[in-house]
């Protein structure tokens, strides 16, 4: 039943996860404690809400506008599923600010495929990665994966290898001036972010831990495959491919080396793996396995989801 649906883009399919968003997300930041929300609280949560919303669709648009992959909502599906098998993200306003400004810069630099005005695209891209670090310092490992591009599309030409460092000019003249003005203790919080720290002591509870198992396993097998398919894809989208491939990677050292970190600091491999995942759901024939696959998943992730929230 679940492939049946998600097999194809309908608009219902979209209605349909953006309404499950919303009430997952209303599930959890309303849980408690209703009558000591202020105003000011609720504006803040809705904005989060349709930046969270906003991620889903940037997935979408990446997806498909670049052909990464067939006619069918599964990226979209798995992008949902994964944020509420760590429901903390959906309260994390850093990491879902600076998410968003990285999926803005990885829709650029997957666009680079189609050589059309590439030192418009690295410095777009830079600009959202160095922007995004403002949120949450780590993000600035991204900016590799503007170089990887660079590589594998504009390396001859010497000026495409500056571009980045005018993005960071502009980023960070932009973003002292803003914080001299509004806040100066703003640059003293940042700079005290620039930490490595590889403590992985922080699950709370049994489920924590079973919803991070769940992730491993589905991160491992959809990385795997992807690997082992990419030789099978077109010539000219082998290269967005790759970049979904060092995407995750970088994700994943993001993950592993911020302080203070959680289950819900994996966001930023949330698009690589729903991507992977579905390039490999799309290479299975058998109905079956098909829908076995996505079912385990989206009930351990409902599961995991309900007994977070007690």
Not at 46 to 65: A, C, D, E, H, Y
Not at 223 to 239: A, E, H
Request: with cysteine.
């Amino acid at each position: 039943m679940i492939t049946s649906v998600f097999s194809k883009s309908r608009p219902i399919n979209y209605i349909l996860i953006t309404s499950l968003l919303v009430l997952c997300f209303l599930l959890f930041q309303f849980q408690s404690n209703y009558s000591s929300i202020s105003v000011f609280e609720i504006g803040k949560k809705i904005i989060l809400l349709l930046l969270l919303v906003g991620s889903l669709f940037i997935t979408n648009f990446i997806t498909k506008k670049n052909g990464l992959s067939k006619d069918n909502s599964y990226t979209f599906l798995l992008f949902f599923v994964f944020l509420i098998l760590f429901p903390k993200t959906l309260s994390n306003t850093s990491l879902i600010i600076s998410n968003g400004f990285i999926l803005l810069a990885l829709r650029r630099l997957i666009s680079m495929q189609s050589l059309k005005t590439p030192k418009e695209k690295i410095f777009d891209a830079s600009f959202w990665i160095f922007t995004a670090s403002l949120f949450h310092f780590w993000c600035i490992l991204f900016i590799l994966l503007v170089f990887v591009s660079i590589i594998f599309h504009v390396s001859r030409d010497y000026r495409n290898w500056i571009i980045p460092f005018i993005a960071f000019g502009t980023v960070a003249i932009m973003g002292t001036v803003g914080a001299l003005i509004f806040n100066p203790t703003i640059i003293n919080n940042y700079l005290s972010q620039i930490v490595i720290d590889f403590d992985l002591r922080y699950i709370e509870t049994i489920f924590q831990n079973i919803a991070l198992s769940i992730y491993i396993i589905t991160a491992l097998v959809a990385f795997g495959s992807m690997i082992l398919i990419l030789s099978s894809k077109l010539s000219n989208l082998q290269s967005s491919y790759r970049k979904i491939l060092f995407a995750f990677i970088i994700g994943l050292v993001v993950f592993f080396i911020s302080p203070d970190k959680d289950n819900s600091f994996l966001i930023y491999t949330f698009v690589p793996v729903s991507i992977m995942l579905t390039n490999y759901l799309e290479t299975i024939e058998k109905y079956w396995v098909k829908e076995s696959i996505l079912g385990i998943i989206i009930l351990a992730s409902v599961i995991t989801f309900v007994f977070q929230l007690l």
